[in-house]
T-cell receptor, first 111, second 114 residues
Framework: KNEVEQSPQNLTAQEGEFITINCSYS?????LHWLQQHPGGGIVSLFM?????KKHGRLIATINIQEKHSSLHITASHPRDSAVYIC?????????????WGAGTKLIIKP | EPEVTQTPSHQVTQMGQEVILRCVPI?????FYWYRQILGQKVEFLVSFYNNEISEKSEIFDDQFSVERPDGSNFTLKIRSTKLEDSAMYFC????????????FGPGTRLTVT
């Protein structure tokens, strides 16, 4: 059983649409991370959160610890947002803070 | 802005050869990681390194793998005798502090074993 599940696997939308990507996890965590992977392969950390909500530009990340669920929202989506978005968690009491990764959501925004 | 760098960006090697992948973490960071991503699959944890020693390793990180921080700045991953299934993108990451801090990733090294 995967410890981190994302949905959808693939998402295609028109420019301007509001995007939601979901992440569920089954382990206790000390933090949840949203990362972006571009077609060239590089990985960029977008958010790290352990409660509530964070916002950066058009990106919003929320987490519900009780429900073990997080969402990443993109407002006013743009073709340059096209990438793979990955949810990863730092398990609670893992003193090495390694990440357990989801499989990613491939997002394509069409102009 | 400080960044994690990795060299080479792409390495092609023959099966059975040794490879060394190099990373320069952000200078004041304390934790270092190697992850790999086989094409089309999710990223997997390989090893974490803290205080000049391995702090945790995954099942993937068998005796063929080793890590080193030879000079206080570089962080290397060595694969002693490469196999076809070692072909993957290898990412180095580093983080600051002793909590679940944000990890900063290098651009990756694409390893192709032929």
């Amino acid at each position: 059983k995967n410890e981190v599940e994302q949905s959808p696997q693939n998402l295609t939308a028109q420019e301007g649409e509001f995007i939601t990507i979901n992440c569920s996890y089954s382990v206790g965590i000390s933090a949840l991370h949203w990362l972006q992977q571009h077609p060239g392969g590089g990985i960029v950390s977008l958010f790290m959160l352990s409660s509530g909500k964070k916002k950066h530009g058009r990106l919003i990340a929320t987490i519900n610890i009780q429900e073990k669920h997080s969402s990443l929202h993109i407002t006013a989506s743009h073709p340059r947002d096209s990438a793979v978005y990955i949810c990863a968690v730092t398990p609670y009491m893992d003193s090495n803070y390694q990440l357990i990764w989801g499989a990613g959501t491939k997002l394509i925004i069409k102009p | 802005e400080p960044e994690v760098t990795q060299t080479p960006s792409h390495q092609v090697t023959q099966m059975g050869q040794e490879v060394i992948l190099r990373c320069v973490p952000i200078s004041n960071h304390l934790y270092f990681y190697w992850y790999r991503q086989i094409l089309g699959q999710k990223v997997e944890f390989l090893v974490s390194f803290y205080n000049n020693e391995i702090s945790e390793k995954s099942e993937i990180f068998d005796d063929q793998f080793s890590v080193e921080r030879p000079d206080g700045s570089n962080f290397t991953l060595k694969i002693r005798s490469t196999k076809l299934e070692d072909s993957a993108m290898y990412f180095c990451a580093s983080s600051d502090g002793t909590g679940p801090y944000e990890q900063y990733f290098g651009p990756g090294t694409r390893l192709t074993v032929t």
